[in-house]
């Protein structure tokens, strides 16, 4: 089974800190994706990937960027937390555009 | 832009019953429409994948229909069960190529 691993299940970062969240997938997967859930509002994609290297905006970036070095890590970054960041991060992989995506189990970040 | 509309009202129904899940959309008509199902501080798992020319698919106790003239997905779970029990999400490409999510319906099943 495909594993997809977020480094952290629960964060607490100050107003105006760094964060990293970091995300790996073990099954070579050309595709990867941040999305937060937040109540009410559903899953929001933050950004995504689908080659090294490569970004593209989805419909709320921003406040964050990603990074994509190796084919396997996605990093979302918030550049300067805030308490409006605060939320569930979710981060998927899937080999195919079109096909059903693989999840990690989440990072609750909470900013104060 | 993309709309998807799932109720948000919890679902409640008896064990051995049929359970059916109401996905809409507006404004755009996707090809694919996915179903996942998410237990509470988890990711969500991908469950069926149904394309447009499908209309209907299953996989063991489940069933998803795709009527695109309605603008609708229906999500049937048979012989329910409680551990069934869980919050099913619909998502739907948008012209983006984007995995877009609904909000998602919590299903209670009832011993």
């Known amino acids: 089974d495909v594993k997809v691993t977020q480094s952290s299940r629960y964060l607490v970062k100050r107003t105006g800190e760094k964060v990293f969240l970091e995300c790996v997938q073990d099954?070579?997967?050309?595709?990867m994706f941040w999305y937060r859930q937040d109540p009410g509002l559903g899953l929001r994609l933050i950004y995504f990937?689908?080659?090294?290297?490569?970004?593209e905006k989805g419909d709320i970036p921003e406040g964050y960027s990603v990074s994509r070095e190796k084919k396997e890590r996605f990093s979302l970054i918030l550049e300067s937390a805030s308490t409006n960041q605060t939320s569930m991060y979710l981060c998927?992989?899937?080999?195919?555009?079109?096909?059903?995506?693989?999840f990690g189990s989440g990072t609750r970040l909470t900013v104060v | 832009s993309q709309k998807i509309e799932q109720n948000s009202e919890a679902l409640n129904i008896q064990e051995g019953k049929t359970a059916t899940l109401t996905c809409n959309y507006t404004?755009?008509?996707?090809?694919?429409l996915q179903w996942y199902r998410q237990d509470p501080g988890r990711g969500p798992v991908f469950l069926l994948l149904?394309?447009?020319?499908?209309k209907e698919k299953r996989k063991e106790r489940l069933k998803v229909t795709f009527d695109t003239t309605l603008k609708q997905s229906l999500f049937h779970i048979t012989a329910s069960q409680p551990a069934d029990s869980a919050t099913y999400l619909c998502?739907?490409?948008?012209?983006?190529?984007?995995?877009?999510f609904g909000g998602g319906t919590r299903l209670m099943v009832k011993p």
């Open positions: 998927a992989s899937s080999l195919h555009r079109v096909e059903g995506y693989t």
């Open positions: 099954m070579d997967h050309e595709n």
């Open positions: 990937s689908y080659d090294v290297k490569m970004k």
């Open positions: 404004n755009y008509s996707p090809a694919y």
């Open positions: 149904i394309r447009e020319n499908e």
């Open positions: 998502a739907l490409y948008n012209a983006g190529n984007m995995l877009t």
